[in-house]
């Protein structure tokens, strides 16, 4: 039996690390032993980076022996395959892409290759993260840890099923309308997804401008701060993201939650939801409660108006942004006499049909005669969605509610009517709509053993409030999640 | 039953737009799905909005700007190597009719 | 115009590429010459996941542009996407700015070609980035990303030009005013600037606007006064015949010298404008337009004014010498040196610019130091030499690059002034002339012009002329 070095947690491994207990090497070579063991039933990945991990990995163990290294110095990471990353081949779960391979890294690459931290391999995602089960991958489907038969989640099911099933210690992924929280509620792992403008956008690959965030997963509160710590602040090159300080998240991780008011959205409870589901978000609330802190009923009137008017404003956008991908610059090109059959064949052949549908949804809602109708609508609704929290945190620090309705589902049971699989999204999105962070933490799992999260929202740039109560009930070992069996 | 939010016809129109060659199946799947789409977010049209401002930015205020300042130097061939055809330096399409 | 019944009503749209280092939402260099994809960078070639930051200089230059044209400077506009699909077209839309663009309104003023200066309104300035460049091969075409990003100012009259000549003036007017605030080099030739021309038209008189059609990408003066004068014949061919007119865009053609319709109607009308969600609004503060305001150059205008006012030049004068940059400088630092400005005027606007119409160089190596030419004419002012030693003096400094000093001195051109020796000059051709000197003192005031000559000739031409006209006058009296 090898060691299982890939199943410590960042905080284990970086104290040994440090100590010269481990090396990087050793850490590394146990991930990329569990990925060549579970990877043919997971496909969580789909570049799997195992030469330029271990050139990362000597690289780490030099500085660490230095006695000079930064946090992450080391720690094998999981990347969303929508994370440009030079010299590496980036697909965005997408034909579309080729084999373009970018001459350049995202700014989030830059900072965690400063870091020290090693990139293992390019994980699995919805193509161009556009969907809530990374079904809609190019590549298949990634499969959930815990039942094999289940989705893990999406868009960045790949990064959370890496973390839940120890391929990698963290992952990063990417938020939209749910796409870290949704995974990491289904998989079992702590996810978050920063307040917008938290982190730089630059080199991700854009679906929905207004509403991308880049998010961390990994197995405990304080990991994903770590994670999060390396990643978030300024960047010039990307003109929507935020030059406020970053503060110290493991600084805020005090255990403390006395005096903390718990908002709980009556919203957020709905018929039909699963009674496991609502059961485990509501015995959190009350531990959390029992730890000094306080629930107060709030509502967020317009909450059932949010999955509309996302999927009018991100399909608008996406619309846009995906208008570059035309087999000119990089990544496919169809067979074509002129430039029209070009473009219609390129992205015909390239695009898969959930990409597609939100394209046509999205080029209609700007189109001449609907703008008004439809994408101005959702922006006007987006407002009310964000008026709903400023009004609601006014009165508590933080909200509490379930990631959603029910836990992962069988592959194949809502790809048939996207309008359901849409429907996943309904407790997250809000959260994107308004911009405000969000995390999932493991609270339960339902009779089956299928993992349920406990959503907690907070202010903008309340990062510190939500990582502090998560962490606190984490600690409090209100539910110990259990490793999957692969 | 979703009623015909969108013609076949108008998908044809977006698809255009889109620059999305559609077989008639999946024009066909997607009338249905965009129907579906459509009816759906009309229950925006429930809330009164005509006083409230679109929300189009969720970050902060201000303009960020950049001096200007040639910092980026040649590298040709880095911005070709992706390239599906290429001449020399040039990118390679079918010939465009003006 | 071939036909009074009818006027034509154009509009202008101006595209002007900005003079800044680098392009408008990257740190590529914008400037041309380039080989092909070169100044490219994953922003400008859309790669996937990168986003546009601002160039700050390209707000500063849009507002001195504002300021100059009179224009409402906005102190919040916003960016747009404007999506179409086209090669050269790397994200599949264009960063431009929809309906909050950063200048609104303003006035182009023209000067007057007779009667009061015209005023051509415009409806709005604003910022969008270029695209690349298509070349076209034998079967293929080729795609060029230099150009893609750098940033233009798209200027937009209100349809107020009602001739040919008038949208010349108004062309080269605007440019006057772009490379006086620095915004543009203004070479039209180098694709610095392109126009889009509106032409419609209407039986004269009337009130509303006509059909009209667009001619598109005109760079230079000469087309855009041929493609305005062929369309509106076309146009009124037209109506006249009955017909109607189809709004089309059109492009002219300089082999055949006419307009035909673009054959590509790629351009799908719905462009799908919405606000960039990657860049936030642009605010621009009212210090910020204040303290640009401190520092705006004369602009032509002003120039004209000031010039005609202060230095009492004729519109044709002001025209003149403010018809070219190289002129108007010229004699700006000739007016620099003292000299009185309409002998300034005059002398730049004959000497100086018959020796470059002559030499066929640039006024800078046809003509001297225009240090150097003041000096000359002071000289004539302080009446050290004669006009027409001036001109031979000058003459000979266009080839010999001497000061004036110096060549006055070589040339020996001194005016003489000192009245001892006019005075004997002028006793000599009496005493020589003693017959006409009595024919003169019996009537005849017309000897007064030869004896005024033969002193001249007497002292080898450098007589001061005032002083001998004083001295041989009291001479001549007695």
């Given amino acids: 039996m090898g060691s299982e070095l890939n199943r410590l947690t960042i905080t284990e491994a970086r104290e040994r690390l440090r100590r010269r207990e481990i090396t990087s090497r050793e850490l590394t070579r146990d991930c990329l032993a569990r990925i060549a063991a579970v990877e043919p039933r997971l496909n969580a990945f789909i570049t799997v980076c195992e030469a330029e991990a271990l050139a990362q990995a000597d690289d780490a163990d030099r500085r660490l022996a230095t006695g000079d290294a930064p946090d992450l110095c080391g720690i094998p990471l999981g990347i969303k395959d929508i994370y440009c990353t030079r010299g590496v081949r980036t697909t965005c779960a997408s034909k579309i892409l080729g084999d373009f391979t970018p001459p350049f890294d995202a700014t989030v690459i830059e900072k965690l290759r400063a870091a020290g931290a090693v990139f293992v391999g390019k994980a699995n995602m919805d193509e161009f993260a556009m969907g809530s089960s990374t079904e809609n991958s190019a590549f298949g489907p990634t499969r959930n840890p815990h039942d094999l038969e289940r989705v893990a989640g999406g868009s960045s099911g790949g990064s959370a099923a890496a973390v839940a099933a120890d391929e990698c210690l963290a992952a990063l992924g990417t938020d939209t309308g749910g796409s870290i929280r949704l995974p990491a509620s289904f998989c079992g792992v702590v996810g978050i997804k920063p307040t917008y403008s938290r982190v730089s956008r630059y080199g991700v690959i854009a679906y929905a401008s207004s509403l991308d965030q880049v998010g961390p997963f990994a197995h405990t509160v304080r990991d994903v701060a770590a994670v999060l710590q390396a990643v978030a602040g300024a960047d010039p090159r990307d003109s929507t993201c935020s030059a406020r300080p970053v503060p110290d998240y493991e600084r805020a991780l005090t255990g403390e939650v006395r005096g903390m008011r718990i908002g709980v959205p009556k919203e957020y409870f709905v018929e039909g939801m699963d009674a496991a589901v609502e059961m485990a978000v509501r015995n959190s609330l009350k531990q959390l409660e029992s730890m000094g802190a306080r629930t107060v009923e709030i509502s967020l009137p317009h909450t059932g108006y949010a999955v509309a008017a996302y999927y009018l404003i991100a399909t608008a956008e996406a619309s846009a942004n995906l208008a570059r991908y035309d087999g000119v610059r990089y990544g496919l090109r169809a067979v074509a006499d002129n430039n029209i059959e070009l473009y219609n064949r390129t992205r015909a052949q390239g695009f898969g049909a959930e990409v597609k549908r939100r394209i046509m949804l999205g080029t209609f809602a700007l189109s001449a005669g609907y703008y008004d109708a439809y994408y101005m609508k959702g922006q006007k609704v987006r407002t009310l969605i964000r008026r709903d929290f400023e009004r609601a945190f006014e009165g508590c620090d933080l909200i509490a509610a379930p990631v959603a309705p029910a836990t992962a589902f069988r592959l194949g049971e809502k790809t048939d009517d996207p309008l359901k699989m849409y429907l996943s999204d309904i407790f997250t999105i809000s959260v994107n709509l308004a911009g405000l962070p969000g995390m999932s933490v493991p609270c339960g799992a339902d009779a089956r053993g299928m993992p349920i999260g406990l959503q907690l929202i907070g202010p903008p740039f309340g990062e510190e409030a939500i990582l502090r109560a998560g962490d606190a009930w984490e600690r409090s070992g209100g539910f110990v999640p259990r490793a999957p069996r692969l | 039953m979703a009623q015909e939010k969108i013609s076949l016809e108008q998908v044809r129109h977006v698809a255009r737009l889109a620059r999305l060659e559609l077989a008639p199946a999946e024009e066909q799947r997607l009338q249905v799905e965009m129907s579906e789409m459509l009816g759906y977010v009309d229950k925006l049209n429930e809330l009164d909005t005509d006083a409230v401002e679109p929300t189009t930015q969720v970050g902060e205020s201000g303009t960020p700007v950049r001096e200007d300042e040639v910092t980026n130097h040649p590298a040709a061939d880095a911005m070709l190597a992706n390239a599906p055809a290429r001449e020399g330096f040039f990118f390679k399409v079918p010939k465009i009719i003006e | ?478």
């Fill in chain 3, 1 to 478: 115009m071939n036909n009074d019944a009818y006027e034509m009503v154009i509009g202008l749209e101006v595209h002007a590429h900005m003079l800044t280092r680098s392009k408008l939402f990257c740190g590529c260099a914008a400037d041309f010459g380039a080989p092909p994809n070169h100044n490219v960078c994953p922003v400008c070639m859309a790669m996937p996941g990168v986003l546009p930051v601002l160039n700050r200089r390209v707000v500063d230059l849009a507002i001195r542009t504002g300021l100059a044209a009179h224009s409402k400077i906005e102190p919040h506009s916003v960016f747009a996407r404007k999506s179409y699909f086209y090669p050269d077209l790397p994200k599949g839309y264009q960063i431009s700015q929809y309906d909050q663009p950063l200048c609104r309104g303003g006035y182009i003023e023209l000067p007057a070609r007779q009667g009061e200066p015209r005023r051509i309104r415009l409806v709005r300035i604003h910022l969008e980035e270029d695209a690349g460049k298509n070349i076209h091969a034998d079967s293929a075409s080729l795609v060029d990303f230099n150009r893609s990003g750098v940033p233009l100012m798209e200027i937009v009259s209100e349809p107020d030009i009602r001739s040919p000549e008038e949208a010349v003036d108004y062309l080269r007017e605007l440019r006057g005013i772009l490379v006086a605030v620095g915004a543009s080099d203004g070479k039209m030739e180098e694709g610095s600037l392109r126009c889009d021309v509106n032409v419609s038209v209407r039986t004269r008189g009337a009130t509303e606007l006509g059909a009209r059609t667009e001619i598109k990408n005109l760079n230079s003066f000469r087309f855009v006064e041929k493609a305005i004068v062929y369309e509106a014949n076309r146009q009124i061919e037209e109506v006249g015949a009955g017909r109607r007119i189809a709004q089309e865009t059109l492009l002219w053609d300089p082999e055949r010298e006419v307009t035909r319709p673009m054959r590509s109607k790629e351009f799908a009308n719905d462009y799908r404008y919405f606000p960039e969600p990657d860049l936030p609004p642009l605010i621009v503060p009212p210090d910020l337009v204040e303290s640009i305001g401190t520092t705006m150059p004369e602009l032509p205008a002003y120039k004209r004014e000031k010039y005609a006012k202060d230095f009492g030049l004729t519109p044709y004068e002001v025209g003149v010498l403010l018809g070219r940059d190289d002129l108007g400088d010229y004699f700006t630092q000739v007016l620099a040196m003292g000299v009185n400005a309409k002998s300034a005027a005059n002398w730049v606007m004959t000497e100086v610019l018959r020796a470059a119409n002559e030499s066929g160089k640039p006024l800078a190596q046809a003509a001297p130091e225009p240090q150097e030419t003041g000096a000359l004419l002071k000289m004539v002012e302080e009446s050290q030499i004669s006009l027409n030693a001036a001109k031979n003096a000058f003459a000979a400094m266009c080839g010999s690059r001497k000061g004036a000093a110096a060549t006055v001195a070589e040339l020996g051109l001194a005016q003489v002034s000192d009245e001892a020796a006019i005075a004997g000059a002028c006793d000599r051709v009496l005493a020589a002339e003693s017959a006409k000197l009595a024919e003169y003192r019996a009537g005849r005031d017309k000897l007064y012009g030869f004896f005024v000559g033969a002193v001249m000739k007497a002292m080898g031409g450098k007589g001061n002329p005032k002083v001998v006209n004083e001295v041989l006058r009291r001479k001549l009296a007695g």
